[in-house]
């Protein structure tokens, strides 16, 4: 088998029995890679993929953006989670019981050629990291039934423990990284010398305000998150002005505010929460040169969205901070805790606050400025 990529299809031919392992940094789109594999050879061979992080209807609409279709069985892992019913044969009813996963993979690797895994880091994230013990016996399995498993991983801050292990048990490695580089266009000044002490060069981005001035000038930070986490709430509350394309409640296009602040005006565009938005997600997003993202503090079960929507928000290796939303709710999590469920990395800000009363809003702008700053916008 092939794996469908250009250059390494003409080195590399996937025998059967083994793992291949896209190993994704989380600030590129690697996902379609794996569904390149699989549109590569869903004819020649019976395939299945088992998705964890969308549902199937959003995969379809995925593959149809490329110009593939969805030939191919899709074991929902995703519907379950969310409270829906599901139109799939195949359904795991509560994929966050690593158990009636594993089931499900196993079943599917006895039944396929080719076994398309989005993502590991998905399960992870909902099973914990005692999932990747059965990664082992996919391999074994896969090994009896000739068959071949290719995998989506998205390679957070897990467990060096974990890690290992998905390098160990894999067969073949494709690593999917970022280049970090960005285009500017528009006006922007620096400091070129000093000559009494050392200096870090960065350029800043600009705008001339009338009245008022010189203003660092942030041309896009974008607002997204899960759906109901408050990200419209928390545009408004950070704008000097601010509209929103609301219906019954609920975003239906964008939010966009404009800030005034500490010497920055800065255009804040929000997103929808629900899924069926995310097209237009990605267009919210170009060129955006930071994220906020916004969550319920108490919604847990919904922490793997919002990092499906940060994983297609960053793809370019933008900065980043987490709004741990609706802290005045009982039952909030703290920010070490979601950092904990959430697998980010340490120096990922994660501020506490509650937008429907303003608090923490700033802190959010804050610690995202500083970010912008030091990375040298
Ligand atoms: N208790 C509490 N409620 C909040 C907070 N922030 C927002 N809300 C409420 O949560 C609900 C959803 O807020 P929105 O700002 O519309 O959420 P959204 O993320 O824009 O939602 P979508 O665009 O539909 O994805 C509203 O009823 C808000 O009043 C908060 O900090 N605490
Ligand atoms: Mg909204």
Same mark, same amino acid.
């Given at each position: 088998?092939?794996?469908?990529?250009?250059? %390494?299809?003409?080195?590399?031919?996937?025998p059967? @029995?083994?793992?291949?392992?896209?190993?994704?940094?989380?600030?590129?789109?690697g996902?379609?890679?794996?569904?390149?594999?699989?549109?590569?050879?869903?004819?020649?061979?019976?395939?299945?993929?088992?998705?964890?992080? +969308?549902?199937?209807?959003?995969?379809?609409?995925?593959?149809?953006e490329f110009?593939?279709?969805?030939?191919?069985?899709?074991?929902?892992?995703y519907s !379950?989670?969310?409270?829906?019913?599901?139109?799939?044969?195949?359904?795991?009813?509560?994929?966050?019981?690593?158990?009636?996963?594993?089931?499900?993979?196993?079943?599917?690797?006895e039944?396929?050629?080719l076994?398309?895994?989005?993502?590991?880091?998905?399960?992870?994230?909902?099973?914990?990291?005692?999932?990747?013990?059965?990664?082992?016996?996919?391999?074994?399995?896969? =090994?009896?039934?000739?068959?071949?498993?290719?995998?989506?991983?998205?390679?957070?801050?897990?467990?060096?423990?974990?890690?290992?292990?998905? %390098?160990?048990?894999s067969?073949?490695?494709?690593?999917?990284?970022?280049?970090?580089?960005?285009?500017?266009? *528009?006006?922007?000044? !620096?400091?070129?010398?000093?000559?009494?002490?050392?200096?870090?060069?960065?350029?800043?981005?600009?705008?001339?305000?009338?009245?008022? !001035? %010189?203003?660092a000038? =942030?041309?896009?930070?974008?607002?997204? *998150?899960?759906?109901?986490?408050?990200?419209?709430?928390?545009v408004?509350?950070?704008?000097?002005?601010?509209?929103?394309?609301?219906?019954? @409640?609920?975003?239906? #296009?964008?939010?966009?505010?404009?800030?005034?602040?500490? @010497?920055?005006?800065?255009?804040?565009?929000?997103?929808?929460?629900?899924?069926?938005?995310d097209? %237009?997600?990605?267009?919210?997003?170009?060129?955006?040169? @930071?994220?906020?993202?916004?969550?319920?503090?108490?919604?847990?079960?919904?922490?793997?969205?919002?990092?499906?929507?940060? /994983?297609?928000?960053?793809?370019?290796g933008?900065?980043?901070?987490?709004?741990?939303?609706?802290?005045?709710?009982?039952?909030?999590?703290?920010? /070490?805790? =979601?950092?904990?469920? +959430?697998?980010? $990395?340490?120096?990922? $800000?994660?501020?506490?606050?509650?937008?429907?009363?303003?608090?923490g809003?700033?802190?959010?702008?804050d #610690?995202?400025?500083?970010?912008?700053?030091?990375? *040298?916008?």
């Amino acid at each position: 088998m092939k794996l469908g990529i250009p250059v %390494i299809d003409e080195i590399l031919e996937i025998p059967s @029995g083994k793992v291949v392992t896209y190993y994704v940094d989380p600030e590129v789109e690697g996902e379609v890679f794996l569904m390149q594999t699989l549109h590569e050879n869903s004819e020649r061979y019976k395939c299945v993929l088992v998705t964890t992080s +969308m549902s199937p209807m959003v995969v379809r609409n995925r593959f149809k953006e490329f110009g593939w279709d969805v030939n191919f069985p899709i074991v929902d892992a995703y519907s !379950g989670l969310v409270g829906d019913i599901s139109d799939e044969k195949y359904f795991v009813k509560d994929p966050s019981n690593a158990e009636e996963l594993n089931k499900a993979i196993e079943n599917a690797i006895e039944e396929n050629d080719l076994v398309a895994i989005n993502s590991l880091s998905t399960m992870i994230d909902l099973c914990g990291e005692e999932i990747v013990k059965y990664f082992k016996s996919w391999r074994d399995l896969a =090994i009896v039934n000739d068959s071949i498993l290719v995998i989506n991983f998205v390679a957070w801050p897990y467990d060096e423990r974990v890690i290992n292990t998905v %390098i160990a048990h894999s067969n073949v490695i494709v690593n999917v990284g970022g280049i970090h580089h960005r285009v500017i266009l *528009g006006q922007y000044y !620096g400091l070129v010398k000093v000559d009494w002490t050392d200096f870090k060069r960065k350029s800043i981005l600009f705008k001339v305000v009338k009245p008022g !001035g %010189i203003r660092a000038y =942030i041309p896009k930070i974008l607002v997204t *998150g899960p759906y109901n986490a408050g990200k419209s709430t928390f545009v408004h509350a950070i704008s000097t002005k601010a509209v929103s394309v609301d219906r019954l @409640g609920t975003t239906v #296009a964008l939010d966009h505010g404009h800030v005034e602040y500490k @010497g920055f005006t800065i255009d804040v565009f929000g997103t929808p929460g629900q899924e069926r938005f995310d097209p %237009i997600l990605k267009i919210l997003g170009e060129e955006a040169m @930071g994220v906020i993202v916004v969550i319920d503090s108490t919604k847990p079960e919904d922490f793997p969205r919002a990092k499906e929507m940060l /994983e297609k928000t960053t793809k370019f290796g933008l900065p980043y901070v987490i709004a741990a939303n609706k802290q005045d709710l009982p039952n909030a999590l703290h920010p /070490e805790e =979601i950092r904990k469920m +959430m697998n980010l $990395p340490a120096d990922i $800000p994660i501020i506490p606050t509650v937008a429907s009363k303003g608090e923490g809003v700033y802190d959010v702008l804050d #610690a995202l400025l500083k970010i912008l700053m030091e990375v *040298g916008v």
